[in-house]
């Protein structure tokens, strides 16, 4: 037991598809670290309050990182901030973006609206340790 979801975002018990919760973008400049699309991030924020990438991870579908995938740590309405930096980027590759999911009870709901897949356990106490 434990209190955030079990199930991993877009896998059959999550039962959410990908598709539904990613969109495209292209490249605007060469920073290796915070990607910036030429159109602004909508949404940036999800209804749980949490950005809305966060968490989620970047497919590029052209350029010398075609079909390179990379973790999204955050984003705002301008960048997406990646887990690592990626190299070779060129203004005007394409990559898709997908939501992310803190894995609590609040975006299973909010931001998804598939709280009947929720497999956590919310009331468990997270693991404290003591001196």
């Known amino acids: 037991y434990e209190p955030g979801c079990q199930w991993s975002l877009f896998s059959p018990g999550c039962t ?27 949404p940036n924020l999800g209804d749980d309050g949490i950005a809305y990438y966060q968490g989620g991870r970047i497919k590029f579908t052209s350029g010398a990182n075609n079909n390179l995938i990379v973790s999204i740590d955050n984003n705002d309405a301008t960048y997406f ?33 598939n709280l009947g897949n929720y497999r956590g356990f919310p009331r468990v106490p997270p693991i404290a340790a003591s001196i």
Do not use: H, W
């Open 16 to 42: 959410l598809n990908r598709v539904d919760f990613t969109s495209t973008f292209t490249v605007l400049d060469q920073n290796p670290i915070a990607i910036k699309p030429t159109v602004a991030i909508t």
């Open 81 to 113: 901030y990646v887990g690592c930096p990626v190299y070779n980027i060129a203004i005007g590759d394409t990559f898709e973006a997908s939501a992310g999911c803190s894995k609590q009870t609040i975006s299973c709901n909010d931001k998804f609206a």
